[in-house]
């Protein structure tokens, strides 16, 4: 299996543009997860998936976050409008039975 | 809720030196704890996954410890190696998701 697969991997747009993110993940894995990383915050999860049904997004910091998984292998996490505060590394992972496989991440750079 | 503090923040030592990552957490009430190593710009690496009834997972140089009653875990490097330098992340599964802690920087100096 090649792992979780995120695109792309660096991303840099303007202030106000609309940014998707993508995420394939292993195949057989029941649960996806989207994880934002920050210098200041650390790793914070964003929002969760359970056989493709989002679980618990208490974590999306503004209604500018949405996500979505269509199927069992693919997911977008969407930010419309995009602010400089949404830099960061967004990573998605996988499980299957509580054991994670990360993805490589997204490095977003808003200016 | 679950808080996950790992100390030190950061250890520099020289190669060759068994040493030993620390991790606590506030609620006993885990599934599993999970170690991981992150590279500077890159994804985590999976390394020890201890299940809740388990006390310690061991995978060559590396041994992971788990004690539920006292919120703790350990994660024990053997003679450390300069590929050793990394950021160590441990993470709790509490009901339905992974939480971790602020991870300890790793420098093995030759």
């Known amino acids: 299996d090649a792992g979780v697969i995120q695109s792309p991997r660096h991303e840099v747009t303007e202030m106000g543009q609309e940014v998707t993110l993508r995420c394939k993940p292993i195949?057989?894995?029941?649960?996806l997860f989207w994880y934002r990383q920050t210098m200041m915050r650390g790793l914070e999860l964003l929002i969760y998936?359970?056989?493709?049904?989002?679980?618990?997004d208490s974590g999306m910091p503004e209604d500018r976050f949405s996500a979505k998984m269509p199927n069992a292998s693919f997911s977008t996490l969407k930010i419309q409008p995009s602010e400089p505060r949404d830099s960061a590394v967004y990573f998605c992972?996988?499980?299957?039975?509580?054991?994670?496989?990360f993805g490589s991440g997204t490095r977003l750079t808003v200016v | 809720k679950q808080e996950v503090t790992q100390i030190p923040a950061a250890l520099s030592v020289p190669e060759g030196e068994n040493l030993v990552l620390n991790c606590s957490f506030t609620?006993?009430?885990?599934?599993?704890l999970q170690w991981f190593r992150q590279d500077p710009g890159k994804g985590l690496t999976s390394l020890l996954l201890?299940?809740?009834?388990?006390r310690e997972q061991t995978s060559g140089r590396l041994n992971a410890s788990l004690d539920k009653s006292s919120g703790r875990s350990t994660l024990y490097i053997a003679a450390s190696q300069p590929g050793d330098s990394a950021t160590y992340l441990c993470?709790?599964?509490?009901?339905?998701?992974?939480?971790f802690g602020t991870g300890t920087r790793l420098q093995v100096f030759p």
């Open positions: 195949s057989g894995h029941n649960s």
């Open positions: 993470a709790t599964y509490n009901t339905d998701k992974l939480i």
């Open positions: 998936f359970n056989n493709n049904v989002p679980i618990d």
């Open positions: 609620d006993s009430a885990i599934y599993n």
């Open positions: 992972a996988s499980s299957l039975a509580r054991d994670y496989t």
């Open positions: 201890i299940q809740s009834s388990q």
